[in-house]
T-cell receptor, first 110, second 117 residues
Framework: QKEVEQNSGPLSVPEGAIASLNCTYS??????FFWYRQYSGKSPELIMS????GDKEDGRFTAQLNKASQYVSLLIRDSQPSDSATYLC??????????FGKGTRLHILP | EPEVTQTPSHQVTQMGQEVILRCVPI?????FYWYRQILGQKVEFLVS????????KSEIFDDQFSVERPDGSNFTLKIRSTKLEDSAMYFC???????????????FGPGTRLTVL
């Protein structure tokens, strides 16, 4: 059974600090990795995609991928109250099926 | 900015009834998906669709479910005989590319909340 694991949280981070969200996956052949943000009662919103080892930066967001450790993370710099949401890690495996983690609830403390 | 749209936003039905959930994917996208999210649980893949046929489906997508692209814009999910446990948010998504070694970013619609009584 292929799995994507995330700490459910809540992760509480002071406003202006760096929020660090982590995800591990079981399918070593996975090639595509995504971070989605989901506000309560809303649909997932794609915020980052990453395909190769290393870091990928987009504004305040940095995705980090380590395929050897089967680990992908998301850093949010200068956290804002509007960043408070559930962050979903999603992985596409060798079978081309996307698997979502259960999500990490992030709470930015004003 | 182009977006995926879904109708209705909320559907209430009696157990055993058929429902059709509708989606209009982003116009130049070629790959379409349905997901469900039971309240408080994770997003679950149901089915992917490309070139007028199902590409992949999950164990959840049994004979009660079917998908169709009846015209050039709509993509529908039909549940033939709804059960109480079908109550969930159903999300449609679309993407421009499908290559597990390249870009296959999926964009989600706002969802349809299905309530089965």
């Amino acid at each position: 059974q292929k799995e994507v694991e995330q700490n459910s949280g809540p992760l509480s981070v002071p406003e202006g600090a760096i929020a660090s969200l982590n995800c591990t996956y079981s399918d070593r052949g996975s090639q595509s990795f995504f971070w989605y943000r989901q506000y309560s009662g809303k649909s997932p919103e794609l915020i980052m995609s990453i395909y190769s080892n290393g870091d990928k930066e987009d504004g305040r967001f940095t995705a980090q991928l380590n395929k050897a450790s089967q680990y992908v993370s998301l850093l949010i710099r200068d956290s804002q109250p509007s960043d408070s949401a559930t962050y979903l890690c999603a992985v596409i495996g060798r079978d081309d099926k996307i698997i979502f983690g259960k999500g990490t609830r992030l709470h930015i403390l004003p | 900015e182009p977006e995926v749209t879904q109708t209705p936003s909320h559907q209430v039905t009696q157990m055993g009834q058929e429902v059709i959930l509708r989606c209009v994917p982003i116009s130049n996208h070629l790959y379409f998906y349905w997901y469900r999210q039971i309240l408080g649980q994770k997003v679950e893949f149901l089915v992917s669709f490309y070139n007028n046929e199902i590409s992949e489906k999950s164990e959840i997508f049994d004979d009660q479910f079917s998908v169709e692209r009846p015209d050039g814009s709509n993509f529908t999910l039909k549940i033939r005989s709804t059960k109480l446990e079908d109550s969930a948010m159903y999300f449609c998504a679309s993407s421009a590319f499908w290559d597990s070694s390249s870009y296959n970013e999926q964009f989600f619609g706002p969802g349809t909340r299905l309530t089965v009584l």
